[in-house]
């Protein structure tokens, strides 16, 4: 099953400019996860959110979190071709270690 | 580290053959995880092992599926037999979860299968 709704779902936007990814789940998280999927290849962790944390950075990366709203963003700041990739928000559940994944944004940046 | 090691990394074959797919899990990760992704159905959880034991299953789709983990290194993901709309990319991710620490997952380079 699938928990996190990204937003959008697709986003093209021009080197160097912010781009910004949204993610909606619907139950009680322990935590939230962000990851990037290149074409081709398999998914790699970006970053970790807990539930009591608000913000969090890694790099030109900032993921904030809002557990009333049941939503997390993804920002990446000054982006660059190598961006281009789709963007995956993971949740956990509760009783067991499985992670429950959205649909993606396709992110495209153009030079 | 070597990372998620999966194999073969492209497979064609023609419906009603047997498929294998093979996945050896980083060392030391407790947890295994069988995906399969497609354009129209995403990411979708296939099967789950923990400690080498299938914990949840309910994901792989018909009795045509099988996997097995038959020790920590190791697991396999069989077909059989296969039809085209098992064609996609399967992936296999492993972690180190526990009560107390978060499971974030690790993926390998997946297989891309597609069946004639």
């Known amino acids: 099953s699938q928990q996190g709704e990204e937003d959008p779902q697709a986003l093209s936007i021009q080197e160097g400019e912010n781009a910004t990814m949204n993610c909606s789940y619907k139950?009680?998280?322990?935590?939230l996860q962000w990851y990037r999927q290149n074409s081709g290849r398999g998914l790699v962790h970006l970053i970790l959110i807990r539930s009591n944390e608000r913000e969090k950075h890694s790099g030109r990366l900032r993921v904030t979190l809002d557990t009333s709203k049941k939503s997390s963003s993804l920002l990446i700041t000054a982006s660059r071709a190598a961006d281009t990739a789709s963007y995956f928000c993971a949740t956990d559940e509760d009783s067991n270690y499985q992670l429950i994944w959205g649909a993606g944004t396709k992110l495209i940046i153009k030079p | 580290d070597a990372g998620v090691i999966q194999s073969p990394r492209h497979e064609v074959t023609e419906m009603g053959q047997e498929v294998t797919l093979r996945c050896k899990p980083i060392?030391?990760?407790?947890?295994l995880f069988w995906y399969r992704q497609t354009m129209m159905r995403g990411l979708e959880l296939l099967i789950y092992f923990n400690n080498n034991v299938p914990i949840d299953d309910s994901g792989m789709p018909e009795d045509r599926f099988s996997a097995k983990m038959p020790n920590a290194s190791f697991s396999t993901l069989k077909i059989q037999p296969s039809e085209p709309r098992d064609s996609a990319v399967y992936f296999c991710a492993s972690s180190l979860a526990t009560r107390l620490t978060p499971d974030t997952q690790y993926f390998g380079p997946g297989t891309r299968l597609t069946v004639l």
């Open positions: 060392s030391g990760h407790n947890s």
């Open positions: 139950t009680s998280i322990n935590n």
